[in-house]
């Protein structure tokens, strides 16, 4: 069993800690536990919880009458919730769930289903993408068991990386991009997704994938001359300086464009170096690889 803080639930759901606090008090629904110096704790099953209250709450549900659903009617409520986005973040929730509970056969039949239904870009758009933002949180806060991160993230990978083997088409994008993830970030699945997204635009990828040394990037940049690097950054190890990964950047790349994404670069403030731009959410690397065409 996963101990969940009620940051996390709060990172997960989107209810602010406040809110879940109140509802403890006021309702039946939520019944954490506590730490010997009375920090609460949640369980899996209070997780689960929490992701199903607070998609009805957002989707028009009332509180007050959610609390006197039984978990059948929690259930039928939740599988009759028509609007696509709430479907999506339903299948999101699902995931998160079987991620937490070890059940790796269903976190696999909801991704192999959602292809066969939707294909692999609205698969990875709509469910893989988001998914991946909520649980890099954990990453980050180490409220993850790593099993449990290897186990969901190789079988994500498996599925890009098929998907990204499959791709054919007539696009042509007169760009060769460099991609890669600097020393100590190795969360690659970003990455995958994005060469998926430029290769079935036409563009000419070469993947160097995760924890590259900066003299390594150095050699191949000088080698091959890349019109574009990109790299995607998720949860990297407490030591990393994001500053100075910037100077060391900008020192073998000075006259390659640069585009960085990721978790890392969402609440960054400071001015990058000139060739760098930063992407901070998925909508603007989109936009971006949109342009290329």
Known sequence: ???FTIKDLENLSGIKAHTIRIWEQRYAFLKPQRTQTNIRYYSNEELKVILNIALLNKYGFKISHIDKMDNGDLLEKILSLNQLQAQYERTVNEMIGYMADLDMDAFESVLSNYIASRGIEKTITQIIFPFLEKIGILWITNHINPAQEHLVTNIIRQKLIVGIESIGTHLVVNKNILMFLPEGEHHELGLLFIYYLLKSRGARVWY??????????????KAKKPDLIFTHLTALANNFNFDKFLTRL???TPNTPVILSGQVTSNYKKKTPGNVELKKSLPEVMEFIAGLL
């Open 208 to 221: 160097l994938g995760a924890n590259v040394p900066m003299k390594d990037l150095d050699f191949v940049i």
């Open 250 to 252: 900008e020192m073998v």
């Open 1 to 3: 069993m996963n101990a």
